[in-house]
């Protein structure tokens, strides 16, 4: 009886592939046919000649790519960034999490999360341009720079502000919005334990190193996986807004690359080689992760 | 049990308490320099209260072609790319939730693929251009349509629902459109509250495709315009060609920020919306089946 009431025969299912088809267009062409135009990264692209038609080179863009000093530099720039945000900007957001989640006044809670969710949902260019009024030429800091010592500093141009300044930026824009997913681990810690800790005397200090760190260290494991499952991916969008031509010696990463390459020189092959490498290599991170996840216990990410 | 505050939770709160102001106190100073006249930021000698007030900046913004066309457009793309988005997203999430659906497993697998794979930049860009859509608002709007991510999350939503009312429905006759339709997404409300409002922040913040696919400026939203505008500021190294001589020639830092303040201000207006829905959202999407 059951069973019948379930569409089986196809007159009763093409309503489901009518609703879906939209979907899996939408998949098809914008997600698997650029897949096909990787092919451009093995061939010299004239765009007289079309991509069929442009003859094939084998791997001399490859070698080409990896023979120069470039490749050293972007891959160095990109793991550098992901790095940092990884020992500086991963650690705030656990700190930040097991604050809120010792607050004990539920108003006093909500309001503060209200506050440091926020950002999250600015656009890089609002984040970019808060940056320029605080770290611009004639931003506050350098304003204050000036009258109380005397000096200034070139934030925006220069090669050694850039990477501190693009780790203050994520962390400001999303370090809050990260603690979202802690506090859901938090939140499932059974209280019971905490009870149980308090009446052997323990501190607050020692029941958040004995009961409620371990009872994160899963989702910490996951999302750290993660992270380092995505270090080929720079944040392009904050990266593309923050560099300049004094700066790209640190700036330049793959993804900048490829846009300067492909974009803007219309080297397509060359900048196809370049973007097939990054993913390539974060697919393998990221299934590398995962299987290492695994190894350790956890449910993995897929 | 009373709450009796301790050093500890004194601590905690000061220190919470300065975050908090260190993520406000960005906000207050915007504030503050739109409504200032430009000698008085230039100064610095306010930080967060102007000395003198004057609404200047936002007439100037508000009589602005430049900056009221690239409004238009923004509000353009994003009401084309929230209803896109809704649909493709509803309807693809809602096969996919049925069970019962053949193919199901190699479509689900075709989606989560993309998320761990891509073309990359120039191929996408390839397709874009190949299919002519540069120069239209189409072209920001169609390759962001959809992720699997949105897929996933929806479509557990949906997984949840009772099937036992689908399966009422079709006794009674009801077409699977129709049960769709009046049954199924009024039920979906809170689900479809939360990814309306996440797309709209998405197509409002739309910045990087709008760079690459828009060549004709009289098409760009607001992001790309606001870049320019502040931009001309920081550096004449990085800055371009102004899109408007009079725009760039005006641009004081009251007119930046004020231009900042307005680029966010849907934002701010759907934030108090979204808070209540979007924690939770974000938590669905960890959920496994």
Redesign the interface.
């Known amino acids: 009886m059951?069973r019948a009431?379930?569409?089986?025969r196809f007159h009763q299912?093409w309503?489901?592939?009518l609703?879906?088809a939209?979907?899996?267009l939408?998949?098809?062409?914008?997600?698997?046919?650029?897949?096909?135009?990787?092919i451009?990264a093995f061939k010299e692209y004239s765009p007289f000649k079309g991509?069929m038609d442009s003859p094939w080179v084998g791997l001399d863009n490859f070698r080409q790519f990896f023979g120069t000093s470039d490749f050293y530099m972007l891959l160095k720039n990109t793991l550098l960034i992901s790095l940092l945000n990884l020992i500086i900007y991963f650690p705030f957001t656990i700190f930040?999490s097991l604050?809120?989640n010792?607050?004990?006044?539920k108003v006093?809670k909500r309001v503060?999360?209200?506050?440091?969710?926020?950002?999250h949902?600015?656009?890089?260019?609002?984040i970019?341009?808060?940056t320029?009024?605080?770290f611009?030429?004639?931003g506050?800091i350098n304003?204050?720079l000036g009258?109380w010592f005397d000096g200034s500093a070139n934030f925006?141009?220069s090669n050694e502000w850039f990477r501190p300044l693009v780790i203050f930026q994520s962390i400001?824009k999303d370090a809050?919005?990260g603690t979202?997913?802690f506090l859901?681990a938090l939140a499932g810690i059974n209280p019971e334990q905490y009870e149980a800790a308090k009446v052997d005397g323990a501190s607050?200090?020692q029941s958040i190193w004995h009961i409620t760190l371990p009872g994160i260290k899963g989702t910490i494991v996951i999302l750290l996986l993660l992270r380092l499952g995505s270090s080929m991916d720079s944040n392009?969008?904050q990266i593309?807004?923050m560099?300049?031509?004094?700066n790209l010696d640190v700036s330049n990463v793959f993804?900048l690359f490829?846009?300067h390459v492909?974009?803007e020189q219309f080297n397509?092959s060359f900048?196809?080689t370049v973007?097939?490498f990054?993913?390539v290599a974060?697919?393998i991170l990221?299934?590398g992760a995962n299987y290492a996840a695994k190894l350790l216990g956890e449910?993995g990410i897929? | 049990m009373k709450l009796k505050a301790t050093w500890f939770d004194t601590i905690i709160v000061v220190i919470i308490c300065l975050i908090s102001l260190l993520v406000i106190l960005p906000f207050l100073y915007i504030i503050a320099v739109s409504f200032s006249p430009p000698g008085d930021s230039m100064a610095g000698n306010f930080f967060i209260w102007p000395k003198h007030w004057t609404l200047d900046a936002y007439s100037y913004l508000l009589n602005a072609n430049t900056f009221l066309t690239s409004v238009k457009n923004s509000v353009i793309i994003t009401a084309m790319g929230t209803v896109l988005s809704l649909f493709v997203s509803i309807t693809l999430a809602y096969a996919l939730s049925k069970k019962f659906l053949p193919g199901r497993r190699i479509m689900l697998l075709v989606i989560f693929f993309t998320m761990i794979f891509h073309g990359g930049m120039i191929p996408n860009y390839l397709v874009v251009k190949n299919l002519g859509l540069i120069d239209s608002y189409w072209a920001v709007v169609l390759p962001a349509a959809s992720s699997a991510f949105n897929i996933m999350v929806i479509r557990s939503f949906f997984q949840s629902l009772p099937e036992s009312l689908d399966e009422a429905a079709r006794i009674d006759g009801a077409g699977e459109f129709r049960i769709l339709y009046s049954i199924v997404l009024p039920l979906s409300k809170p689900i479809i509250a939360t990814f309306t409002l996440f797309f709209m922040v998405q197509f409002w913040n739309e910045f990087f495709s709008a760079v690459i696919y828009l060549n004709d400026t009289s098409r760009w939203p607001i992001q790309p315009l606001l870049r320019q505008m502040v931009a001309i500021s920081a550096s004449n190294i990085s800055a371009e060609a102004a899109v408007d001589a009079s725009l760039a020639a005006n641009l004081g830092p009251n007119v930046q920020n004020a231009a900042i303040l307005l680029a966010m201000l849907p934002i701010v207006i759907v934030y108090p919306f979204l808070q209540k829905y979007f924690a939770k959202g974000a938590m669905l999407g960890s959920i496994k089946e």
Not at chain 1, 5 to 8: A, G, W, Y
Not at chain 1, 243 to 246: E, Q
């Open positions: 059951q009431l379930r569409p089986k299912l309503p489901f592939y609703l879906a939209p979907g899996i939408y998949f098809l062409t914008f997600h698997y046919i650029p897949m096909t135009g990787l451009l991509m930040l604050l809120l010792e607050v004990r006044l006093f503060s999360q209200t506050i440091v969710y926020l950002p949902f600015l656009s890089w260019v609002v970019y341009g808060i320029i009024s605080f611009g030429p004639s506050v304003h204050y009258q925006l141009v400001w809050g919005w979202i997913i859901a607050r200090l392009f969008m593309f807004l560099t300049n031509s004094l993804d490829v846009y492909g974009l397509y900048a196809i973007g097939m990054k993913s974060s697919l990221v299934l449910e897929f």
